[in-house]
């Protein structure tokens, strides 16, 4: 027996029901892109603590961090192709290497993954004398990835990014936590500090003061 009362009671409900199914898919279909690190690099032809005779080494070997900031998504990651361009002067650079340097693999929600791979070049790696004696490396990288979402995989979404890493005299980078491989240009700017992660985190106080100085 289905009265006027339980028919309401079974639109409302039904109506409660859709409403948090589209909540759920709404939370199960966002998603964090993963971040890609230059973790570590060595060059040996770089290390000036080796004997000369190694300097014609052409081997440059890296790490790449992955990490996947999603609590319930796992990342399928294509290959990944990576750049190594050597600074010539502050605004443009040389291709040393382009490779692809990691094969495709699967990461699980909020994971870390560490690939070492390596890669190797042409060319002399002498500093330009514009840079003031100092080796900067260009590391570009591109892939794709698809996510899952409980049993599926979405689309795949193109990925890429780069940062201008600072080489020491002992063939490693100068900055020694991993490098975000994001959306630095690839131009050195001297004199000027490095900015990194710092630099978003002061771009609202810019705004901030610039808003406050145009209102006065
Ligand atoms: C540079 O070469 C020296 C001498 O062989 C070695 O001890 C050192 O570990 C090398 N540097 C790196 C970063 O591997
Ligand atoms: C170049 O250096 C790497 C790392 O030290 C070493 O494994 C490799 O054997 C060297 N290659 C040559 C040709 O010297
Ligand atoms: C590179 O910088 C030099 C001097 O700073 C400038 O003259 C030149 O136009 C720049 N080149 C490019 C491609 O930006
Ligand atoms: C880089 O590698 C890709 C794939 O192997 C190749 O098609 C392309 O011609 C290479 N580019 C340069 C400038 O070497
Ligand atoms: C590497 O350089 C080549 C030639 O400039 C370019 O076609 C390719 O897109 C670059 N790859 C990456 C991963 O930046």
Redesign the pocket.
Known sequence: MAGPDNCCSCCFSFIVTMGLTALFIWLSLRVDQPKFYLDSIYVPALNKSLPSTTTANDTVLFTIKFTNPNKDKGIKYDAV?L?LSLFLSPNSTR?LS???AVAPFYQGHQKKAHKPSSASFLGNLTPPAVLDGKVYFRVDFATAVKYKILFWYTKRYGMWGGANVEINDKGVKVYRKPVRLGNEPPRIVNGVPELRGGYRALLPLFVAGWIIMRTR
């Open positions: 192709r750049n291709l382009n490779s692809t």
